[in-house]
């Protein structure tokens, strides 16, 4: 849909430049920067008439961009959840579903939600059970699969998955929020579906909510977009041009923190206040070995459980200074939270805390965390 996209862009080999280049409008006259239209209609007459029908001009720079980034065709929505709804949205009454054990509660949510009104089975699977779902795929109508997971950090064999014979009409659906689209292409792993929550490293700045769903067959390109056009889970003007500018330096971002989480994992692992160091970057990880081969990098989120009971846990989150006592992550700011003090994540190990690693520096990061670790 995007009529101006460079044909060249799509040739860039190095996403950090593609990042930068794409999602402009390079007619002579044009702002470098793709404004925001804060547009519900059109004047008719040139193809754009409704916003919800026909998109924005800032809609599809952001969707130019995570297309290109994905190798497939984006749709961006008004939040991560309305994406993966509409991705569910598409399944026939009577589905069959797997999910993760181990998966975004919003996206469990929305199975269980479906399952409970008798649109659907669901079925949970550990992500690392990669046999169980070879098995599963072979009469399931979705796989929804998060990998790094949430908040566990494991590491599904998604090629492994993805090549699993399955009924023609089944979906392979893989949450890219944790490893973004730089990190990992599930598309080309041989998903159908790369779903990512923007509101995460794309927009990096904990300022906006909107999600991207990349596909690379017309057919689910079609109805994911009807689904939206549908559902009306259309994304906001400003939020669509902040999660662009987020896109600009998304590179830069993630590089930085990754490296930050790769220090502080290792920092963390020694530490005698920690019970267990979860980072799939570390061979200790359960899923090292998979990480190794499937990602380009291991993430910024550490997840590590704290020696003692999950008010030993909270008390380093209170006691921070440096890093935020905020949920969600991907951000330019550090971020911890214990996860299991959330209503529906108590299964958690108690003393468990998600920490998303910034950009900051990281020996202000290790000397924040450090001095509250009991
Ligand atoms: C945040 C998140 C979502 C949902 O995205 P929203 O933008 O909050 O609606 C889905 N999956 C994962 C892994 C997430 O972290």
Not at 200 to 228: M, N, P, Q, Y
Not at 293 to 299: C, H, I, P, V, W
Request: aromatic share 6%; glycine share 8%.
């Amino acid at each position: 849909m995007n009529a101006r996209t460079d044909p060249h862009l799509a040739a860039l080999s190095s996403t950090d430049s593609l990042l930068v280049a794409a999602g402009r409008d390079r007619r002579p006259g044009s702002p470098l920067n793709t404004p925001i239209f804060p547009a519900s209609n059109f004047v008719l007459g040139a193809g754009r008439a409704y916003a919800r029908d026909d998109g924005t001009p800032t809609w599809e720079a952001l969707e130019e961009i995570v297309g290109l980034l994905e190798g497939g065709k984006a749709v961006a929505f008004a939040s991560g959840m309305a994406g993966a709804a509409a991705v569910f949205d598409r399944l026939p009454a009577g589905s069959r579903i797997v999910i993760p054990d181990d998966c975004y509660q919003g996206v469990a949510g929305l199975a269980e939600s479906g399952r409970r009104k008798g649109f659907w089975n669901v079925r949970r699977l550990p992500a690392d059970d990669t046999l169980g779902w070879i098995e599963a795929a072979a009469d399931s109508d979705l796989l929804w699969l998060e990998s790094p997971s949430n908040p566990l950090l494991i590491v599904a064999d998604l090629r492994a998955i993805c090549a699993a014979p399955r009924k023609p009409s089944a979906l392979v659906a893989v949450d890219n929020t944790f490893a973004t689209s730089l990190n990992q292409r599930p598309l080309d792993l041989g998903a159908d579906v790369s779903f990512q929550s923007a509101t995460k490293f794309i927009g990096g700045h904990s300022d906006l909510l909107a999600g991207v769903v990349a596909v690379r067959r017309d057919d689910l390109l079609a109805d994911v977009r009807e689904s939206r056009h549908r559902n009306g889970a259309t994304p906001g003007a400003l939020e669509s041009f902040l999660a662009v500018r987020g896109a600009r330096t998304m590179a830069l971002r993630l590089e930085r923190a990754q490296a930050n989480a790769m220090i502080l994992a290792e920092r963390l692992c020694a530490h005698p206040g920690v019970a267990r160091t979860r980072y799939p970057g570390l061979p200790s990880h359960p899923t090292h070995a998979i990480a190794r081969t499937q990602l380009r990098g291991y993430g910024t989120i550490v997840s590590f459980d704290v020696r003692g009971d999950a008010a030993a846990a909270d008390a380093v989150c209170s006691r921070v200074r440096l890093i935020q006592h905020a949920t969600s992550l991907g951000a330019v700011e550090s971020t911890i939270e214990r996860r299991a003090g959330i209503p529906g994540q108590e299964h958690l190990p108690p003393s468990l805390l998600r920490l998303s690693v910034g950009i900051e520096n990281v020996d202000d990061l290790w000397a924040d965390l450090g001095a509250v670790l009991p």
